[in-house]
């Protein structure tokens, strides 16, 4: 049985598609639309390469602290007197203060003299459950600071745990607990010829 429209049916079934091709047809707001769909894409973008340079320029001013340390103690103006028990890392947190926290949380330095530079290429390191673990060989070392005088060979290893800022950058860029990148710098020389 069919059934008789009743008045007005008709018209508003007009009005929906009326108001349907208003809508779609309507191009005012497009470009905010668009903005809106790109807006969070670009700004994970820019805070990606924002956390990476930060991150690099880090890296670069730790080698160089560890670079200008270890040239001190190969030409003997820092003697084992004067980098005993936290002063190291204290003058090299000072330099590195620039760019990281102040007193330098997740800073650990290691120096260390060897009989041979055979025996320095051993020395290393892995991470262990998310903490760092000096190794020599195959046996576990504990971080400290025993530098050697005129004519022996050294090693200086520095260790920063960066924070990662961005979380979205944490999942790649965290190799630590609490969400930190490794930043690590090494040099291994030999002292020169100076007066103990």
């Known amino acids: 049985m069919r059934r008789n429209p009743a008045p007005g049916d008709d018209n508003r079934g007009k009005g929906w598609t009326r108001l349907r ?20 894409p670009f700004a994970l973008l820019v805070f990606a390469i924002l956390e990476s340079c930060i991150s690099f320029a880090g890296q670069e001013v730790m080698a160089n602290v560890t670079d200008d340390i270890a040239r001190q ?6 003697r084992p007197a004067d980098v005993a028990g936290s002063k190291l890392q204290n003058m090299i947190c000072a330099k590195l ?8 949380p997740g800073l650990l330095v290691d120096l260390r003299e060897y009989p041979t530079f055979a025996d320095a290429a051993t020395a290393s390191f892995k991470i262990v459950n998310g903490d760092i673990v000096l190794t020599q060989g195959t046996n576990s070392t504990s971080f400290g600071v025993s530098p050697g005088l005129a004519e022996s060979r050294n090693m200086l290893r520095v260790f920063y ?5 961005t979380d979205f950058m944490a999942k790649s860029m ?7 990148t490794l930043h690590f710098a090494s040099v291994t020389w030999q002292n020169e010829p100076f007066d103990n």
């Open 21 to 40: 091709s208003r809508f779609l047809g309507d191009r005012r707001g497009s470009t905010a639309m668009e903005f809106a769909m790109l807006a969070l």
């Open 174 to 180: 965290a190799n630590l607990k609490d969400g930190n």
């Open 97 to 104: 203060e620039i760019i990281v926290a102040k007193n330098c």
């Open 73 to 78: 103690l190969r030409t003997g103006q820092l």
């Open 161 to 165: 745990k960066w924070p990662v800022m």
